[in-house]
């Protein structure tokens, strides 16, 4: 199985703190303006999920989508979600942490990328 999402051991631990304090998260990929682009991180039930929105898989249980044109661009990369110290994107909940979610990619192998199409089909 090859994931499209993954999270660094100090994002997962950000992440279960997060959700001991605001129960179930979800992750949006911000494509640019105001926050960049940013993985933003905000309460499930204080975000709609749209029909353009294309979910990439969970880290650390929680959902991670992106928009449909953003991931047409991203496809081939896979994102690891990290933590730096610093101010993030402002409406994402790690703020008042200190901290922020960091996108990093990589580019899908060949393999990783026939095994996707095959599983993705």
């Known amino acids: 199985m090859v994931a499209r999402v993954l999270a660094t051991q100090e994002a997962l631990n950000l992440i279960e703190r997060l959700a001991a304090r605001y129960g179930p998260l979800l992750f949006h990929q911000s494509g640019g303006c105001c926050d960049g682009s940013s993985p933003m991180c905000y309460p499930q039930n204080e975000f709609l999920i749209g029909e353009q929105d294309v979910r990439l898989g969970e880290i650390g249980g929680m959902p991670f989508y992106m928009s449909r044109p953003q991931f047409e661009y991203w496809k081939h990369t896979q994102l690891i979600i ?40």
């Open 82 to 121: 990290d933590v730096v110290p610093g101010r993030g994107g402002m409406f994402s909940l790690e703020g008042p942490e200190g901290l922020r979610f960091l996108t990093r990619s990589r580019v899908f192998t060949e393999e990783e990328a026939k095994i996707l199409r095959e599983t993705e089909s």
